[in-house]
């Protein structure tokens, strides 16, 4: 019996978004639980200046790949 050839892995580029949103989400619930932030708007204006900076970094890796 003839063993089968391994097929080389196929390389996934990396999703920035979905990377920098989870550290987000990490992060903050860190903050959260050893009680380092407090202030609900302090945490909503993290999350949403965050999740911008997540779009902007994945829009601009989108145009240097050019998909």
Known sequence: MQREVDKPRSVHRT???ALLSGTLFVVLGILILTRAITDPLVLVSLVI???GFAGLVAVIARVIRGK
Request: proline share 0%; hydrophobic share 65%.
């Open 15 to 17: 999703d920035w978004m």
């Open 49 to 51: 200046v965050g999740l």
